[in-house]
C-alpha cells in the first residue's frame, strides 16, 4: 500500500471538497476512512434544503474538469471502458473535452529555445505566439520553417510530469483503497485501470514516441487517396517538441460545412471504416484516438474527399492470434453461431480454459439476440464487443487492453460515420475485410506462405550438421559415455538424412507447384492437350502442395 504525503494529502483534501460541491457526498462518505463520519453529511448546509442536482453522470463529468488536466485524461480513459461503467456515466464521460486554458507563448517559446539551444527566431522565419489549440498534457502554434514550409509546433507543458505524477500517485491510493474495502469496486480491478490509464499518458508525453507513430502511419498510406498524414520534421523534434507539416482541411465535425461544398457524405462515411478496417487488419497499427477533432476532410475533390488525421500518441496493434480470433469472431456473430463464439473466446485465452463453453454460449446468446432483431444496418460492431466484453467479464476474462483500444476507436469510427450518412450499413463495407483477411489466413494463400517461409529455415539448417556431428566426435574422444556418442551420431546422421530427404521432397513439391501455375496460364494456347489445361494444374498443384507438407510434417 502506497504512503499519503502532506503535498498528495492536500490533494486529496481539495478532491473531496470539489465532490461535495458537486452533490457527490454519498462517495466521499462511502469511502472507508470517511463511512464513520456518514451523519455530517446532514450539516453541511447544501444539504438543508432540496436542490436540483442534475444527472450522477453530468455531476461526475463537472467533478472531473474542475480537478484539472490528469483527471480530465483519466475520465476520458474510463468513458472507453463500457464494460465497467454504466451507460449513464460512460455517455456523459464521453462528453470531456481537452479544452483548458493555453499558457503563454513566451513559455513555449522558452522550452522550445532550452530544447534546441536556439531560439525560436532561429528556427523559424514565422512563429504565432498565439496557440492554434491547448489541450490537457500540450498545445499548438502555427510556424512557418525558413524554408517556406509551413508548419504546427506541438509543445509539451511546462513541468506536467510532476503534476501527472502527483495525481496518478494519489489514483494508486484510492484505487487501492477502494479495491481493500469495497468489493464492488474490487471486481472492476480500479489499479489494474489506474495502471492502464498510467502507461496511456506516460506515451503521450513523449513526442518522439507521436512523431513515430505518424511517420508509421504516413508510410503505410504512403500514395493513398483515401487519408493522409502529415511528415514530420525529424530534425525539429525533441521529446518535448513536435514540428510537423501543417494542414489544411474541414473538420469532421463540421458537417454542414461539408454538405454545403457538396461532398459525398456516402463514400466519406464507408471511407472511415474502410481506413479503419485497413489499418486494423492489413498493416496491423491503428489510430487509437479518432475522435472528432483529431480528423479533416480534404474536399478538394468533394466526390471523392479525403481524410486528413493528426495526433497520434495513442496506437494500437493486435497480435496475429487476436487478429484471426476477431476477424473469426465478427463472422461468427453475424452468423449468429454463439457456440463458435464462445469457443473461440476460450482458444484465444481471453476467458479462462476450465469456463463452461455451453453456460458462455447461453449468456453471449441472450445478449446479442435482441440486437439482431433490428435491420442489419443498424447493428454496431462496436456495440456487438461491447456487449461482448460486459458479458465475459462475468466469466472472469482478463482486460485485454489492446481490444479496448480497438473497442473505442470503432465506437468512434461507427458513431462519425451515421452522423455523416446514417444509412451506413457497417456489415455491407467491412465483411469483404473480413472474407479476405479469412481467406489469406486459412485458403491456399496462407499455405504456400508457410511453405515459403519454412523452405529457408530448412536450408538454414543444414550447414548446421557438420557441426554436430563434430562435437558428437569430440565428446566421443574426450572419453564420454560411448555408447551415448554413439547414439548421437546416430540422431544426427538420421536427422542429416531427413533434412536431405525433406529439401528434396520441398524441391519436388515446389516445382510441381510452379508447374501448375505455367499450365494454368497455357490455359487456351495449348489446344493439342489431352487433358484440359486446369485439370492438369489441378492435379500437378495437388500434388505439389501434398509434397511440400509432407515435407514440413516430416
Not at 444527472?55 to 472531473?64: A, D, F, H, M, S
Request: hydrophobic letters at 45%.
Amino acid at each position: 500500500m502506497r504512503m499519503l504525503g502532506v503535498k498528495q494529502f492536500i490533494r486529496l483534501v481539495r478532491i473531496n471538497y470539489v465532490l461535495m460541491r458537486h452533490g457527490l457526498d454519498d462517495i466521499v462518505f462511502a469511502t472507508h476512512l470517511f463511512r464513520p463520519f456518514r451523519f455530517l453529511i446532514y450539516f453541511f448546509p447544501w444539504n438543508w434544503f432540496l436542490r436540483n442536482r442534475g444527472p450522477r453522470g453530468e455531476r461526475i463529468r463537472k467533478t472531473l474538469e474542475d480537478l484539472g488536466p490528469v483527471f480530465i485524461k483519466f475520465g476520458q480513459m474510463l468513458s472507453t471502458r463500457r464494460d465497467l461503467l454504466a451507460d449513464d456515466i460512460a455517455d456523459e464521460l464521453e462528453q470531456l473535452q481537452d479544452a483548458v486554458p493555453p499558457f503563454s507563448g513566451e513559455a513555449a517559446q522558452q522550452i522550445i529555445k532550452k530544447a534546441f539551444g536556439e531560439s525560436v527566431e532561429e528556427l523559424f522565419s514565422e512563429f504565432d505566439i498565439q496557440p492554434l489549440a491547448s489541450a490537457s498534457v500540450a498545445q499548438v502554434h502555427a510556424a512557418k520553417l525558413k524554408n517556406g514550409d509551413e508548419v504546427v509546433v506541438k509543445v509539451l507543458r511546462p513541468d506536467i510530469l510532476p503534476v501527472i505524477k502527483r495525481d496518478i500517485s494519489l489514483l494508486y491510493i484510492i484505487a487501492e483503497l477502494g479495491a481493500k474495502y469495497s468489493s464492488q469496486l474490487r471486481r472492476l480491478r480500479p489499479v489494474e485501470v489506474v495502471r492502464e490509464y498510467e502507461k496511456t499518458i506516460l506515451d503521450e508525453l513523449d513526442l518522439m514516441r507521436e512523431a513515430a507513430n505518424a511517420s508509421q502511419l504516413r508510410r503505410n498510406f504512403e500514395g493513398s487517396t483515401d487519408l493522409y498524414v502529415p511528415e514530420i520534421y525529424w530534425d525539429y523534434t525533441r521529446k518535448n517538441v513536435l514540428v510537423m507539416e501543417r494542414i489544411y482541411g474541414v473538420p469532421i465535425r463540421n458537417i454542414d460545412e461539408l454538405k454545403n461544398n457538396n461532398t459525398n457524405m456516402e463514400r466519406l462515411a464507408a471511407l472511415g471504416v474502410e481506413i479503419f478496417f485497413t489499418q486494423v487488419f492489413s498493416h496491423n497499427f491503428f489510430h487509437a484516438d479518432m475522435h472528432p477533432g483529431n480528423i479533416f476532410v480534404d474536399i478538394e475533390n468533394p466526390n471523392r474527399p479525403k481524410y486528413v488525421a493528426v495526433d497520434f500518441g495513442i496506437m494500437g496493434s493486435l497480435s496475429p492470434v487476436d487478429k484471426r480470433y476477431l476477424a473469426e469472431n465478427f463472422l461468427a456473430f453475424f452468423q449468429r453461431d454463439y457456440n463458435k463464439v464462445a469457443k473461440l473466446h476460450v482458444e484465444s485465452g481471453w476467458v479462462p480454459s476450465d469456463t463452461r463453453v455451453d453456460e458462455f454460449e447461453s449468456a453471449i446468446r441472450s445478449v446479442c439476440e435482441p440486437i439482431f432483431e433490428k435491420p442489419l444496418k443498424d447493428i454496431s460492431f462496436g456495440q456487438l464487443l461491447l456487449r461482448l466484453f460486459q458479458t465475459a467479464r462475468r466469466f472472469n476474462m482478463e482486460v485485454q487492453p489492446q481490444l479496448v483500444l480497438l473497442q473505442k476507436t470503432l465506437l468512434n469510427i461507427e458513431g462519425l460515420g451515421r452522423q455523416l450518412y446514417p444509412d451506413l450499413d457497417l456489415w455491407r463495407t467491412a465483411k469483404p475485410f473480413l472474407e479476405q483477411w479469412m481467406e489469406d489466413q486459412v485458403g491456399p494463400r496462407a499455405m504456400l506462405r508457410g511453405i515459403k517461409d519454412n523452405i529457408p529455415h530448412l536450408v538454414e539448417k543444414l550447414p548446421e550438421m557438420p557441426g554436430l556431428i563434430y562435437e558428437a566426435m569430440k565428446k566421443l574422444a574426450e572419453g564420454s559415455d560411448v555408447e551415448q556418442q554413439l547414439q548421437e551420431i546416430r540422431n544426427v546422421r538420421d536427422e542429416v538424412k531427413r533434412g536431405n530427404r525433406r529439401m528434396v521432397v520441398a524441391i519436388a513439391g515446389a516445382s510441381l507447384l510452379m508447374s501448375a501455375f505455367i499450365v494454368f496460364g497455357l490455359d487456351g494456347f495449348s489446344p493439342s492437350m489431352i487433358f484440359g489445361a486446369p485439370a492438369v494444374s489441378w492435379a500437378l498443384g495437388g500434388l505439389g502442395a501434398f509434397f511440400l507438407l509432407f515435407a514440413i510434417q516430416d
